[in-house]
């Protein structure tokens, strides 16, 4: 099971972060991923980090916006978002897959419940 956290409202521009949790399996043997879906739309793939070497993947949309990483000690996994937009708002997941890495949702076999962020001045 993932659970995610840190999710809320945050103005244009602002920063939110969040944190990626598992219970039951081991966060370290797994490329987690990050997802969002906004109401009417389709579930997209935010970004990814490969749990071998830290490499990350990250959707057009987000790059050089949205940072992902892990901490292997606190088994933990981090979304930091910033310059956020209105156009970043929806419910955003993390995800696990093992072995492989990428933005397509059918590549995971675990998800969390989702976080809520809605950014609106």
């Known amino acids: 099971q993932l659970v995610e956290f840190g999710g809320g409202l945050a103005q244009p521009g602002g920063s939110l972060r969040l944190s990626c949790a598992a219970s039951?399996?081991?966060?370290?043997?797994?490329?987690i991923g990050w997802f969002r879906q906004a109401p009417g739309k389709e579930r997209e793939g935010v970004g990814c980090?490969?749990?071998?070497?830290?490499?990350?993947i990250y959707a057009d949309s987000v790059k050089g916006r949205f940072t992902i990483t892990r901490d292997y000690d606190k088994k933990m996994v981090y979304l930091q978002m910033d310059n956020l937009t209105p156009e970043d708002t929806g419910v955003y997941y993390c995800?696990?897959?093992?072995?492989?890495?990428?933005?397509?949702?059918?590549?995971?076999?675990?998800w969390g419940q989702g976080t809520q962020v809605t950014v609106s001045s």
């Open positions: 039951g399996f081991t966060l370290d043997d797994y490329t």
């Open positions: 980090i490969k749990n071998t070497d830290g490499s990350t």
């Open positions: 995800a696990g897959a093992l072995f492989i890495s990428g933005l397509g949702a059918h590549l995971y076999d675990y």
